[in-house]
């Protein structure tokens, strides 16, 4: 039975946790060491670290301090993996703490976070998942049951310090575009937890530690729903050790991630195992992480599939972009799916926690791009498919997801 | 045996023929007519109507006037249709013509209609791809070989005058914000090709008649490789008669048809049959098409993924921009496939023609969007998996896509 | 384009054609010579020669003698090919003739032929099956529509003497065990058709050909539905030039083919190319043909699954015995058809015809095998999956199958 | 979370536990009860009991008592089922005991117990499959790996006295043609495990409980590898309270269990959820259980595929004998394996662990059946396809599987 390296109690702060980090930085120290070859579990909180609670209420969702996430496991030194290497992780299985058996699901205030559709949900709402063995369900979006299609939604190596300075400069380039908005986030000390450090070194690093938000070149915060329990990834490795970080553990979650406030986020473990392909960045030419995807996934293949081109809400059309497409695809699939009785939000909440996926269909057909949003039909328990004789409303509306108004 | 309503040939101008309009616009006659429930087929040009030749040259790919495209056959009246209906087309199956067991697939120069790594591949080249039944391979591209997921790339109902209007306007409004750019493309009565209309009222409509290039509303060019034989189309019903057009068979195809010249383009037929969900476009808040894949698809399931973030080849930030993202997934996919022998050119290719999938991962992770490329494994005819030993160079580069450098 | 080798006429008699056969001898001539490499098409006659007919009678079921068939396209030569060389086929198409886009299936009357259910449908019966592009349906059993598995039941190659002579000698053994039965069918010289053979030598031939019905080492008639168009096919080579001939093609058929009369029978044609593996027999200890199935099957994978063990309908055990446990997981599902309204002729036609799987689930577990039959429900027009409220009769008995009594 | 309703020690002797029993018969009492609804997890001893040890040495396959077999988890009474309900039992996730991550294969001694291929493995031999999360590997079987298809091999609902009583008149027919053989298994008191039954009525029961091992119309020991975690089974009732049961888990096993001894067999827990169908069996017209597959199975679809006639190895002729050709494919399969450097052991092992396919490919050709054999080649770490330069060694002979000679 593989070593558990890494444990958290939900019932206490990941602040008080060293093997835990909220930032990347190439001098957070090894949490432990493994060989290449060792198999071993970490255990994660939920990307908030227990801030987001099961209950009907989605005042926390609205209140949270978002530059606390996301909390990570690790980092795991890998013995002999130096700079240019590639770190071969295998996902041997993913799973939730059994004292914490559910996920949740939001949308984050338009002035908090916001989300893929946050022009048309700007406030706090919150749906509670609970997991059945593989299946997830929730008591706030009825009607629909998942195969889990478990993920961790972060994950990736240290950086090193040039990469990391590359990291902050064109990001804060960007915030610069923009000084009222949040194009990005720079560096916070205030909340940063740098695992084992203290003291003046951690507060150094804190000050120019990268955000955990974006995902980057070292992987991160990809929030692929496909990088799934069975999945081999192979990662950049930019410091002598790797420094594997895990965490954001999805149980379950659409192309996009589009509710941000995220998939069906859950307290959990990872089970992996790792070895070394030494030199591999250059031998393959790799920039970031590329991977390959479980032999056991959801076998969902019955779809509706809709479609979005790249001309807004208000008619405005736009020249080949991707974004604008996928967000009328999205909302495409909204409308239809309350003729069947959802609300507005409940139908978000279902794209942004299905395994929906987001193809992007077209992008040189100038000036409208194409996106298209599979929506598996097999997940719902009744018939969503178009007929002639018209939409039937299986909902009554009498289930409603929790949401809480800007104070 | 189902009736043939249009016939093309191959060795005659698509002008000459009067079944085929290469614009959109209310006015143009219905070629034929058809009853809800009937089943028939169409035959249809390769979207340049013969323009690029089976040989080893690039220069029509270079040269082609792109203001001819797309060649369709159609419209197609159904008896009984609406506007506000939906007309359910079942593509029974797709073929190349027996006459014409090729394909072409092409980058155009970047100073005459460019695709999606223009930056990268500045000059026309072509590569020539033979369909051996289900299958397909090219004497410019070695060592793959596709399944081929045939589709239309081009299919759709005609627009009423109102539609058509603000697409017009929607598009010149753009054109306006770079008059010395080519954003998209205006009316162009010049080598418009109205089927069965003549005259003045052909001048007329020929003047304002959309361009067939970008996706719309009403489906359109929207080069979706899912949309295949098999699938069954929901399109939105503007005028009496609906008025279906189709053209643009691709044999296969790659997410995003990145080539752009284009995916593997090919002359061939198409076997359908329509029906009709009266008043189907309020009972289900239909916009745009929606549409059920296939039940026969290649079953390819081993893939390899690249993914690709929003910063560019020269280091700058991008907010959230799923376009960057998925350049950089398939530049990504290219240094990788050089590895193993391919020109950039010949990989640039495949990641057009192959049944690549391009999914938006993540995209509310500021400041990165997060896309994925997936390349399956099984189309190559040697191992592309990486492993500790590297990359085996199975191509000696003797084999080389024709090039025609800019005049 | 590939070349037709071998045409058939259907409005003439296989036994005009001398590129026809309908019996396994090393003497038939070969029909036509191809090189390693080449593709080429052949046509064939469906297995009866034409003699069933798309009609709305059984008499033709009941009446045919069964003496004469399979009519088989070929042999083909290719040239190099050697005894104890893997012959590679790759079905790269295969289709209906355009003037025949129907299939037929039966059932054999239990005095001449019978098939798997015999004692439960001993009478003569008939459906026929539209061919409407890549789907079928039967105006004989309503609500089910397929995609085709489409595939040759019968390939294989020429045997060699020695060969010849220990499939007759077994068969005879088995024959001599029953005299009054008809436990297999020995050489019959009055109806074969021999090829190009005449005289003397197509007299002596005939005595001693092996006919067409049970599979063998060299492949033959095997009616496995998933040696599908686009299946890659090895097989033992026994004499110089293989002699590989081909028919009996099936739109589709479910695992077991057991209405005998047969899948979804039909004429057609295949596209087909062939390369050699020298000595391949021996390097892979071959004796029965191997082969890879398509990457493109229908994708049906939403089943109901049918159990059945080694006792049969009265109640009698049997020790570990397949076919009396698939038997009545046949049964078992036709009982459940039943249910939604299907006659049991019209259930047993869909198990017959329908992509169906039959697996061998246990074998060991004395006395009693367990043997599962998995429908795909996908093929339903209609919702066939168990509910607490019952099953609905959606068929109310108005639409029968042909029946002809014996005479 | 889910409540443990039986929990087991495998410190200790399953004879200990009155949660466990190893017969079927209508007195056994309810170990628990549950209501329709409910979720609850069975934990479950592998099913000899922990008889075969995690070892190098074959001898406890070969001397074990298979009078003891299978030790099972329950009855589970349903509160409100009733004789001719469905019980419908979701699998909602089956696993290993987190102290228990492997388990075992074997071929028992033809002498005790044999197998599917007993003539050509006589002896005992053995092989140990360790748990890597979602995978499997063995120290006797190189070059594989598994993604797990797990399954309890053994569950179903208590018989009714009549039901039992058919079960013993026709078993016990069948031995009585064969007086010196072991066609079957009459009640044999000696070995009886009656759960909570004491005294008295427990020696009255066991010399009339039914033994374990076939399968029987309330499901029982199916073998059936589909019937996996995320299954969905409709079991018949016979008794009030149905009287669920579970055991033999199975981490992954290939159809047919052909190795008998049996699977990768486990020790393990089933989290499950049971429902009611009031009259289910009437309505459905249901004999045996009948179940859909689970959403989330390994997705291996590159098969090679070996074919099997009802001739046996000696050239003898059987009439349409699915056994005979299903074991002639094994066999088949065998030769070709070692050719790559497996032993027969090693193949054998990998035909009854690996998620093999086996098919009923043809049953009406007289005389000879069809049965093929699927095996996914992506389980193994090399390239097993055919190619013309014949096959690579890729294994030494230096790993072998433990055997034990007979005493």
Redesign the interface.
């Known amino acids: 039975?593989?070593e558990t390296l890494i444990s958290v109690d939900l019932t206490k702060s990941p602040l008080e946790n060293e093997n835990i980090h909220n930032r990347w930085h190439p001098d957070i120290p090894m949490a432990c060491w493994v060989n290449p070859g060792d198999?071993f579990i970490l255990e994660t909180f939920d990307w908030t670290g227990g801030f987001i609670k099961n209950n009907d209420s989605a005042d926390d969702v609205r209140d949270i301090d978002l530059s606390t996430v996301h909390y990570l496991s690790g980092p795991v030194g890998v013995k002999g993996a130096e700079p240019g290497d590639?770190l071969v992780v295998e996902?041997?299985?993913i799973g939730a703490k059994?004292?914490s058996?559910w996920g949740f699901n939001g949308f984050f205030s338009k002035k908090n976070g916001g989300?893929?559709l946050t022009e048309h949900f700007p406030q706090a709402q919150k749906s509670i998942w609970d997991i059945?063995?593989?299946?997830t369900k929730s008591r706030h979006v009825p009607g629909v049951r998942y195969?889990?299609l478990i993920h961790p939604g972060l994950i990736g190596c240290l950086p090193d310090p040039k990469m990391l300075e590359?990291w902050n400069a064109?990001?804060q380039?960007?915030i610069d575009t923009d000084p009222t908005g949040?194009?990005?986030?720079p560096p916070f000390a205030g909340t940063a937890h740098m695992g084992k450090m203290t003291g003046d070194a951690k507060a150094k690093a804190a000050a120019e530690a990268a955000r955990t938000?974006?995902?980057?070149?070292h992987?991160g915060?990809?929030?692929?729903?496909?990088l799934s329990?069975?999945a081999k990834v192979?990662f950049p490795v930019y410091v002598d050790g790797a420094g594997l970080s895990v965490g954001d553990l999805h149980f379950s979650q659409g192309?996009?991630?589009?509710?941000?406030c995220?998939a069906i986020e859950m307290a959990g473990w990872v089970?992996m195992?790792v070895?070394?392909?030494?030199?591999?960045m250059a031998?393959?030419?790799?920039?970031?992480?590329?991977?390959?995807?479980?032999?056991?996934?959801?076998?969902?293949?019955?779809?509706?599939?809709?479609?979005?081109?790249s001309?807004d809400e208000s008619?405005?059309?736009?020249?080949?972009?991707?974004?604008v497409a996928?967000r009328?695809?999205c909302l495409?699939a909204i409308?239809?799916l309350?003729?069947f009785g959802y609300s507005g939000a409940q139908a978000y909440s279902i794209l942004g926690t299905a395994p929906v996926?987001?193809?992007?269909?077209?992008?040189?057909?100038?000036?409208?791009?194409?996106?298209?949003l599979w929506l598996p039909t097999?997940i719902f328990d009744f018939?969503i498919?178009?007929?002639?004789a018209?939409?039937v409303k299986h909902l009554d509306g009498s289930v409603v997801m929790p949401l809480s108004p800007d104070l």
Chains 1, 2, 3, 4 share one sequence.
């Open positions: 039975m593989a198999d590639l996902l041997l299985d059994q004292d058996l989300g893929f059945e063995g593989m299946f195969a889990g590359a064109r990001e380039a960007l949040s194009l990005a986030n938000v974006p995902p980057r070149e992987g915060n990809c929030d692929i729903k496909d329990r069975g192979y192309d996009g991630e589009i509710t941000f995220g089970h195992k070895t070394l392909i030494k030199g591999g031998k393959y030419g790799i920039k970031n992480p590329i991977f390959k995807p479980s032999p056991i996934t959801p076998t969902y293949n019955d779809y509706l599939i809709f479609e979005g081109i001309v008619g405005k059309q736009y020249y080949l972009d991707v974004n996928y009328q695809a495409n409308e239809y309350k003729k996926q987001g193809h992007i269909s077209g992008v040189v057909d100038v000036p409208n791009a194409c996106a298209t097999q018939d498919n178009p007929s002639a018209g939409p």
